[in-house]
């Protein structure tokens, strides 16, 4: 027996012969068969819940699709039936599962379609793809929907469905006072949100209102320095013009005095000049007392000079020095009178940084505090429009229902 062509079909077999083949397959029993793929029905029964038994699968076509490694096709038909009651959930009312049967227990359900199987190497992998969708698969014991759970249908159901009137007519009700309530929160949140920006606005004008009042007092000091510290030279200068004038006149009457002097000792000089022709002098001596009056001279001439020298350079001094303390008094008047007005204009700016900081800080205070409201108002509205959604919901099941079982 030989391999089918690959990708070729193979027409439907009669059913007979066909489990004849697959049971020599499977069994492996003629070396000329080959492997036919794996048991389909374990594999369909291993996909489906714990919930279903596979009672039957019939294999209506197949195909090789690849020999290696090896992946087959094929198209089923199958029998299956659930172990117990299946049911379907199909909302919630008054925090209780309303559920629907899906499948009873031992009902057996049809199902058909195709499934493609794989080897890896050690074991098959298989997937199926039904004709239609199942929708009795959708079901589930009622233990897997929790403990409250009702059933559409059974006794009692319409004293739950009485019953989960008056509580959803209860939480609709919560649910319009929570409308009401966030609707008045959101008109105080805004109503402080515009509040919070004319203050922001006249906090902002106030500063620089007193930014520009500050920086004319600033001018206003920084010129009212320059004419204190002119008003203090031209009294430094006054101060200085009078002692220089003192050195001044020092000086004149150092000189007038050694003038003086001179021009006396210069008199007495010339009287000796005019005693000597009175005297009958030999020529020698004459020459002699001639050459001493002359030496005398020259010294009395020498040492006018040096003390009017002396005089002129110790009137330098003085002015010097002078000139020196007044300019050391000028720099230091200037540094104090600076370092006040800077002291001042530092003192005003830290007072309106400090200020601009305090406000700042409340402002902050304020942002966070709206930031907080708002972020709680956003919360209260998803609560609000998931309420209203859930609502919603349940109120249109109910109203099915209600409708169902009148």
């Known amino acids: 027996m ?7 079909r193979i ?11 697959l049971i020599v397959c499977q069994s492996a029993m003629l070396a000329g068969c080959g492997d036919y793929g794996p048991d ?3 594999e369909l029964a291993g996909k489906l819940s ?39 959930k199909i909302g919630t009312l008054n925090n209780t599962a309303v559920l629907v049967p899906a499948a009873q227990k031992g009902e057996v359900e049809s199902l058909s379609g195709t499934a493609d199987a794989r080897f890896d190497g050690e074991s098959w992998r298989s997937q199926f793809d039904f004709d239609r969708a199942a929708a009795f698969f959708d079901g589930a014991p009622k233990t897997a929907h929790g403990a409250n759970i009702v059933i559409v249908g059974n006794p009692g159901f319409h004293a739950f469905l009485a019953s989960a009137e008056t509580e959803l007519q209860k939480r609709e009700e919560k649910l319009g006072n929570d409308e009401a309530l966030f609707s008045q929160r959101t008109g105080e949140w805004d109503a402080s949100n515009n509040a919070f920006k004319e203050s922001v606005q006249q906090i902002q004008n106030d500063l620089e209102s007193e930014q520009k009042q500050l920086q004319q007092e600033q001018l206003n000091i ?11 030279s031209l009294g430094l200068q006054a101060e200085m013009r009078e002692r220089l004038d003192g050195h001044r006149k020092d000086l004149d009457a150092r000189n007038a005095t ?18 000597m022709q009175s005297q009958r002098l030999s020529r020698d001596e004459y020459s002699e007392r001639s050459r001493q009056l002359r030496e005398q001279e020259s010294a009395i001439q020498k040492q006018y000079r040096e003390q009017l020298d002396l005089a002129r350079d110790t009137y330098s001094s003085r002015v010097k020095a002078t000139q020196q303390e007044f300019d050391a008094r000028r720099a230091r008047l200037q540094d104090d009178i600076t370092s006040d007005v800077t002291a001042n204009v530092e003192r005003s700016g ?3 940084q400090e200020k601009r900081a305090r406000q ?47």
Request: aromatic share 6%; glycine share 2%.
């Open 40 to 42: 389909m029905k374990a």
């Open 258 to 275: 050694l003038t003086q002097a001179y021009r006396a000792k210069m008199q007495a000089l010339q009287a000796q000049y005019r005693d």
């Open 360 to 406: 700042q800080g409340s402002l902050q205070t304020s942002q966070d505090q709206l930031m907080d409201q708002r972020n709680k108002l956003e919360k209260l509205s998803s609560d609000v429009q998931s309420q209203k959604a859930e609502l919603a919901q349940q109120r249109q099941l109910l109203e099915q229902l209600k409708t169902q079982a009148n």
């Open 222 to 232: 920084r010129s009212s320095v320059g004419r204190e510290v002119q008003a203090a």
């Open 2 to 8: 030989q391999h089918p062509p690959v990708r070729r």
């Open 50 to 88: 714990n919930q279903w038994q596979v009672r039957g699968l019939q294999i209506k076509a197949w195909e090789i699709v690849r020999r290696e490694p090896r992946q087959w096709h094929y198209r089923f038909t199958a029998t299956v039936l659930p172990t117990e009651d299946l049911y379907k």
């Open 350 to 352: 830290a007072a309106l």
């Open 11 to 21: 027409q439907s077999l009669p059913l007979k012969w066909m489990a004849c083949v």
